[in-house]
């Protein structure tokens, strides 16, 4: 890992700055996506049970890489996330089980709360009030810390979490969480989350860094980060793309990235952000520009749960 760009996290640890991410990949897209990117510089793969894809991920991705002797597991970074219908003491060890298993992997070397709420195990979907159950977080974080003291996973974090779930959860952990993953792009900075999760030594990871484009559910009323003029002209000034530039802030504020494509020129474009550095001058006009615009509703589709 000594050769790529990583964040030092609370445990001695350390997660590469820009992992591929998978959230949305296309079914049959996504594992030749992690095929690319590892032979490309990515050591790092954003996953979740939740994305329905970890098989393929293996199957298209890993497995080719590490039996042609590519990359060595151990080079590469690999996260996955407990989904919300898991988080009952009976489910989580099941639940990283059944994701190393679909991923081919002996170990994790991350594992995620994927959101802070929590579903009966046989949920509708989309869910309905009734579905809704509350797991205290004590209940999963034991299972969670359960998951490192026996190998299964090397660092356990949370994704989706508010400041005030982070005190809830730093007040009982005897495993401090290394991670917050959250939405996090120019225009939607989170500068209060970000502050208290330096404070509290927990790294924050920018899915959505290049503001969710693609996804259909996303909220109409945003505008495309990534054809937003005063972007575009700061990208302009150092030749370089506007993801580029939005990948680059995020990395300089001290976040890992998690820019998803299923485009080979994207992907490697997507990783070319380490060879030059946005002027401070720069980076405080790309702070000016966040409109606290969060592109994912799934908060409004947990019925405001969280
Ligand atoms: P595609 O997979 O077709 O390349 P985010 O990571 O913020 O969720 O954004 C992902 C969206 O942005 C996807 O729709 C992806 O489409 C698109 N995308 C990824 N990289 C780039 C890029 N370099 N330029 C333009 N769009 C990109």
Known sequence: MQAVECFPLNNGMYIPACALGTWL?????????????????????????????????????FKPIFEQGKLLREEVFITSKLWINSKEKSCVR??????????????????????????????????QAEDFINVPIQETWAEMEKLVEDGLVKSIG????????????????????????????????????????????????????????GNPDRRTDIPNLLEYQPIVDIAKKYNKTAAQICLRFLIQ????????????????????????????????????????YRTCQALCFFNGKS
């Open 25 to 61: 990949a296309e079914p049959h897209l996504v594992g030749n996506a992690v095929k690319i990117a590892l032979q490309n510089g990515y050591h790092a793969i954003d996953s979740a049970a939740a994305y329905e894809n970890e098989q393929e991920v293996h199957d298209e991705g």
């Open 94 to 127: 099941k639940a990283c089980e059944d994701t190393l298993s679909k991923l081919g992997c002996k170990y994790l070397d991350l594992y995620l709360i994927h959101w802070p709420v929590s579903l009966r195990q046989k949920n509708n979907w989309p869910p």
């Open 158 to 213: 949370v994704s989706n979490f508010t400041i005030a779930q982070l005190k809830e959860l730093l007040a009982i952990c005897k495993i401090k969480p290394v991670i917050n993953q959250c939405e996090l792009h120019v225009f939607n900075q989170q500068p209060k989350l970000c502050k208290f999760c330096a404070d509290n030594h927990i790294h924050v990871t920018a899915y959505s860094p290049l503001g969710n484009n």
């Open 253 to 292: 504020e001290g976040h890992s990235v998690l820019p998803k494509s299923t485009k080979e020129e994207r992907i490697k474009s997507n990783f070319d952000i380490f060879d030059f550095k946005i002027s401070e001058e720069d980076m405080q006009a790309l702070r000016g520009m966040d409109k606290k």
